[in-house]
């Protein structure tokens, strides 16, 4: 099973929480959850599904599918990170019989018996050495009609923010490595001072493939505004011309592939549950 990439392990997440729910608030953080759940509402029945949320984080996610009346299974590795998502939900009783916490991580899945409508792994693969391994574990359990979502850093744009930020070393770095597994070249440290790496959408698609997957049209999130830090604080209709514009470049190359974050869907063949 995959290692997580640097000295941190699975523990580094236990110490950046609060970084990550600050980020979440901020405007950047609130394109990118906006942007993927956009997505997700157009691919979800709009009946209530079972959705399982791996690393789940914060729970925001995982708020967001409840709310919209889905039955979500939030799993997380760290239990700091469930901590808070009980804490978010506690303000939110109507949501207390649609959310299951459970800590795991993508490597101990305890699910060998169930299936969901909808797999999210959003945020996570970019910290293991490669994601193969973990592709395997969340595509088997996906049902009939079901959808993979996966959210990952992107390895087509990496080094552009970094450019945009005038740290040119770096960014020429990112830019020549070849991606090497167990070498990671093509690394660097993320807004939460843990490193990741990036991956290429068509690689993702195959792996899916691989597992009876059918690929789904992915979509670059982040595309001009990803190289703003948390401080930006846009007015709200600056914000809604923001996110149209996110929006419409996220499914058009070559806009998309110079997007921060790229998101991969895949529909497993069949008929979806009723």
């Not at 608030?25 to 509402?41: K, N, Q």
């Not at 789904?216 to 809604?240: C, K, M, N």
Request: hydrophobic share 40%.
């Amino acid at each position: 099973m995959n290692g997580f990439i640097g000295d941190g392990g699975a523990n580094g997440f236990n110490e950046v929480g609060a970084v990550y729910a600050d980020h979440c608030d901020s405007a950047r953080g609130r394109l990118r959850h906006d942007l993927v759940e956009r997505r997700l509402r157009t691919e979800l029945p709009g009946r209530p599904v079972e959705i399982l949320d791996v690393g789940c984080g914060n729970g925001e996610m995982t708020i967001r599918l409840a709310m919209a009346g889905h039955h979500v299974t939030a799993v997380d590795p760290s239990a700091r990170m469930l901590s808070a998502v009980a804490e978010r939900l506690a303000a939110r009783s109507a949501l207390a019989d649609r959310v299951r916490l459970v800590e795991a991580g993508v490597e101990s899945l305890p699910f060998d018996r169930e299936r969901f409508d909808a797999v999210c792994c959003h945020g996570v693969l970019m910290y293991l050495d490669e994601p193969g391994a973990a592709l395997a574990c969340l595509a088997v359990l996906v049902a009939p009609g079901g959808l993979l979502s996966v959210l990952v850093k992107n390895r087509r744009s990496l080094g552009v923010r970094e450019a945009l930020g005038g740290d040119y070393v770096t960014a020429r770095r990112l830019i020549e490595a070849e991606p090497r597994t167990g070498v990671h070249a093509d690394s660097s440290a993320g807004r939460l001072g843990l490193m990741t790496r990036g991956d290429d959408p068509v690689v993702l698609d195959r792996l899916a493939a691989d597992h009876g997957l059918v690929p789904l049209p992915w979509q670059g999130v982040r595309i001009f505004h990803d190289h703003l830090d948390d401080t930006w604080s846009p007015e709200p209709e600056v914000y809604a011309a923001v996110l149209e514009l996110e929006w419409a470049a996220s499914g058009r190359s070559p806009y998309r592939d110079v997007g921060r974050l790229v998101h991969t869907l895949a529909r497993r063949p069949g008929r979806s549950r009723t």
